[in-house]
């Protein structure tokens, strides 16, 4: 799986960055980046994201 992160309807509200138990999700000027290689697809960030900004393709 990959995650997919909407850069226009992120907020920058590091939720996602302070779920993810890989610590694959980092903010870059303001906005989530996700880090494939370290993802362990277990979709936490896809669950806490108020602003529905990431799915997992």
Do not use: H, Q, R
């Amino acid at each position: 799986m990959t995650i997919i992160i909407d850069k226009e309807k992120c907020t920058g509200c590091e939720t996602c960055v302070d779920e993810c138990p890989a610590a694959a999700i980092n903010m870059e000027n303001d906005k989530a980046v996700v880090n494939n290689d370290l993802c362990v697809d277990c979709g936490s960030c896809v669950d806490v994201c108020p602003a529905e900004a990431i799915t997992m393709e």
